[in-house]
T-cell receptor
Framework: GAVVSQHPSWVICKSGTSVKIECRSL??????MFWYRQFPKQSLMLMAT?????????EQGVEKDKFLINHASLTLSTLTVTSAHPEDSSFYIC??????????????FGPGTRLTVT | AQRVTQPEKLLSVFKGAPVELKCNYS??????LFWYVQYSRQRLQLLLR??SRESIKGFTADLNKGETSFHLKKPFAQEEDSAMYYC?????????????FGTGTRLLVSP
C-alpha cells in the first residue's frame, strides 16, 4: 500500500530557531501534498497545499513567511517553521495524493511530527 | 463555508453493542464524504468513502443529503474498533482536493 513518511518524528528546538520537517511519498508520486496542524485533542486543520514545482497555497490565517513549504520533487515536500516560538508547538501531519493515472487520488497520511519549542 | 460537525467527543459502548458515530456537514453542493480512523499510536487512515458504498470492517455509512448527514454505523462493536474517528468532507470547488475534518469522536469499546 501507499506509504508516506515524515522526518523527524519529534523535535525539540529553542525559541527563535528554524525547524525543517520532511514529508516523503515512498512508493508513489504525489504532485500534491498537504500540511496539517493538530492541537491536542482537536481536529486536523489544513495549513497549506503543496504543489510540485510551484508555490504552495496557504489557508486563511496561515503565515506563509512563517511556514515555508517547498515541493521540489514528486516525492518530497518540506515544511520549515521559521523563527519558531512556543505557540508553534504542535503536531504537524502531512498527506499526499497519488497522482498517477491509475491512482485513486486518495490522501495518504504520514505519521506526524511532534514539534516542541522551548 | 464548508463545515463538518461531530457532536460526540466520546462514545463508550460494550462489546457486541451497536454503534453509531454521528456526522453532519454544511455545504450547499455535492460534496464527497469520508470517514478516517486513527488507532492508538498509528497514523490516520481512510476507513470508507461514500462514493464507494463499501462496508469496511463491518462499518457502513450512508450519505443523507436531505439531513446533510453521514453517520457511521456498525451493528456489533468489537474491542479492536476502539479508536479516534474523523468525518471529513471534500468539495467540488476545491477539485475535491482539500479535506475539511470534523473534531473527531473517540470510540471506546469495553469488554
Amino acid at each position: 500500500g501507499a506509504v508516506v513518511s515524515q522526518h523527524p518524528s519529534w523535535v525539540i528546538c529553542k525559541s527563535g530557531t528554524s525547524v525543517k520537517i520532511e514529508c516523503r511519498s515512498l512508493d508513489f508520486q504525489a504532485t500534491t501534498m498537504f500540511w496539517y496542524r493538530q492541537f491536542p485533542k482537536q481536529s486536523l486543520m489544513l495549513m497549506a497545499t503543496s504543489n510540485e514545482g510551484s508555490k504552495a497555497t496557504y489557508e486563511q490565517g496561515v503565515e506563509k513567511d512563517k511556514f515555508l513549504i517547498n515541493h521540489a520533487s514528486l516525492t518530497l515536500s518540506t515544511l520549515t517553521v521559521t523563527s519558531a516560538h512556543p505557540e508553534d508547538s504542535s503536531f504537524y501531519i502531512c498527506s499526499a495524493r497519488d497522482s498517477a493515472p491509475s491512482g485513486s487520488y486518495e490522501q495518504y497520511f504520514g505519521p506526524g511530527t511532534r514539534l516542541t519549542v522551548t | 463555508a464548508q463545515r463538518v460537525t461531530q457532536p460526540e467527543k466520546l462514545l463508550s459502548v460494550f462489546k457486541g453493542a451497536p454503534v453509531e458515530l454521528k456526522c453532519n456537514y454544511s455545504y450547499s453542493g455535492s460534496p464527497e464524504l469520508f470517514w478516517y480512523v486513527q488507532y492508538s499510536r498509528q497514523r490516520l487512515q481512510l476507513l470508507l468513502r461514500h462514493i464507494s458504498r463499501e462496508s469496511i470492517k463491518g462499518f457502513t455509512a450512508d450519505l443523507n443529503k436531505g439531513e446533510t448527514s453521514f453517520h457511521l454505523k456498525k451493528p456489533f462493536a468489537q474491542e479492536e474498533d476502539s479508536a479516534m474517528y474523523y468525518c471529513a468532507l471534500s468539495a467540488p470547488n476545491t477539485g475535491f482536493q482539500k479535506l475539511v475534518f470534523g473534531t473527531g469522536t473517540r470510540l471506546l469499546v469495553s469488554p
